[in-house]
């Protein structure tokens, strides 16, 4: 054997032992096979959980829990998820609690949930950064230098190294998807892909409520109190001439208050009870656990402005009755008591590192918040370009990062790329009902409303926000 083929098998030798240490046992995904979780009623398809080691050294490591298609998953797409925050779980918001194939009614017991998006895709739920969920870093100083760059780039490593443990879906069409916050993981992440040129079949992106640009998403907030009559004329003028929403939502990530927005945001919080839940104005309350429910998500910051765009906050209680459209008002407080079972820990492969408990949003990650300013519509607009489709939806009951906000953020990116409408602005149905509004420009950009969705759409609109992500992998507009 001459010198330089060894020094080749040497190198290829190295590549894969790099490869086994930074990923751990790479060709064992049987290990990560769920075979069945507490209370789950039998099903047909597969699903696994567990880490993928992003950092050997920092003992870094991302959880993920994976649901194959319900039917014929060989032939179905790949869709990543990522749940924003920043800092919240995809696990527990996304797959348990959204559009995972079960939902828990009691904290105990699983039901098969009608309409999950595993009917449609391969679901793939990832837990970023590191210290969210069941997602760890044992170098603790880790959680105190994270943004979104190093988000970004934790989020692609992890998928070159899962894809090496599940390697037949690599060849598939990958679709990202993610609300809120994921405003900023998803396009990012799509757009470290697209300029590494690594083989990923990236086909398209889904962003829900998405925080794209800070002043024109957090000024929507005002004209939409205003025009759901949360707040009174005289309220509306001070928000619109003396502190407006942008205003007071960066200075309660700064930590500052201004005369001025302090009386404003007290004259907000005298008309906006705390019963009305900012994430789902129309909603019924969850009263036996003290929260509606999406307060899940909200930190105890007083009175509109809640930064992260998630956080928690529970209460222990029974049982809460469905809301008239038949869901659950009390979900998220029985997922928070079922995934932080240790049987369910167990069934999951997983582990709590540095925290005690698992929680919906991270209670050690201190997240750089002066991301959140950071522009992310022109990455959008660089993805739409170089032909990657892009759907933006919108739950039209979030006053949090409110429709009318995205719709003016897209229409302005569509004349910016000289993209015409080709489906004019219109209504799409669903079952014979009005299931929301939507306008396509050109071929890859669309924005749709979902008619009584909240932030989390998929949690309190199931079936008409599967209608909509059946028509995104399709990259059809809706009927």
């Not at 699983?110 to 999950?116: A, D, I, K, N």
């Not at 925290?355 to 990455?379: A, G, H, R, T």
């Not at 890859?444 to 992500?469: C, E, W, Y």
């Amino acid at each position: 054997m001459n010198s330089k083929l060894l020094m080749i098998i040497k190198a290829l030798v190295c590549i894969i032992l790099m490869q086994i240490c930074v990923a751990g046992d790479l060709f064992s995904k049987e290990d990560d096979k769920i075979v069945s979780l507490p209370g789950q009623p039998q099903v047909s398809f597969q699903q696994y959980a567990g880490y993928v080691t992003i950092d050997e050294k920092q003992r870094r490591a991302l959880f993920y829990y994976f649901v194959e298609a319900e039917s014929e998953p060989a032939s179905k797409p790949f869709v990543l998820w990522l749940t924003g925050g920043p800092g919240c779980s995809s696990v527990g918001a996304g797959a348990f609690s959204g559009h995972g194939p079960f939902r828990t009614s009691d904290g105990e017991n699983l039901s098969r949930h009608e309409y999950s998006w595993n009917k449609e895709a391969n679901m793939l739920y990832v837990e970023s950064p590191a210290g969210v969920g069941f997602s760890y870093s044992a170098n603790a100083s880790f959680y105190d230098s994270v943004n979104d760059t190093i988000t970004a780039q934790d989020n692609l490593k992890f998928l070159q190294i899962w894809f090496v443990k599940f390697p037949e879906y690599k060849s598939r069409d990958l679709f990202i998807a993610g609300e809120s916050y994921g405003g900023h993981y998803v396009p990012q992440l799509a757009k470290l892909i697209a300029r590494s040129g690594l083989k990923f079949n990236l086909k398209s992106i889904a962003i829900g409520n998405p925080l794209l640009d800070f002043n024109t998403d957090m000024n929507s907030r005002g004209d939409y109190y205003w025009s759901h009559g949360l707040i009174s004329d005289p309220t509306y003028k001070l928000v619109t001439t003396i502190c407006n929403t942008s205003q007071l939502a960066r200075e309660q990530i700064s930590g500052s208050s201004s005369v001025a927005c302090k009386a404003v945001n007290a004259q907000l919080s005298k008309e906006i009870p705390d019963a009305i839940d900012n994430y789902d104005v129309s909603a019924d309350v969850c009263v036996s656990y003290g929260q509606s429910q999406l307060k899940v998500y909200n930190r105890p910051l007083r009175p509109r402005f809640h930064f992260p765009l998630f956080s928690e906050s529970l209460e222990e209680g029974p049982n809460q009755p469905k809301s008239a459209e038949n869901i659950d008002v009390c979900v998220q407080p029985k997922t928070l008591v079922y995934l932080n079972r240790k049987d369910v820990r167990e069934a999951l492969h997983a582990q709590l590192v540095g925290v005690s408990n698992w929680s919906f949003c991270s209670q050690v990650l201190n997240y750089d918040l002066k991301n959140l300013e950071i522009p992310m519509i022109d990455v959008v607009g660089s993805l739409v370009s170089s032909g990657i489709s892009v759907l933006v939806y919108s739950g039209d009951q979030d006053s949090v990062v409110p429709f009318a906000g995205s719709r003016t953020l897209v229409n302005g990116l569509a004349k910016k790329l000289s993209l015409n409408a080709t489906v004019t602005y219109r209504p799409w149905f669903q079952n014979k009902q009005v299931g929301g509004w939507t306008q396509v420009y050109g071929e890859t950009l669309t924005f749709t409303t979902i008619r009584g969705g909240s932030h989390l759409a998929p949690l309190s609109s199931p079936k008409r926000s599967l209608a909509v992500f059946k028509a995104f992998l399709a990259g059809n507009p809706l009927a």
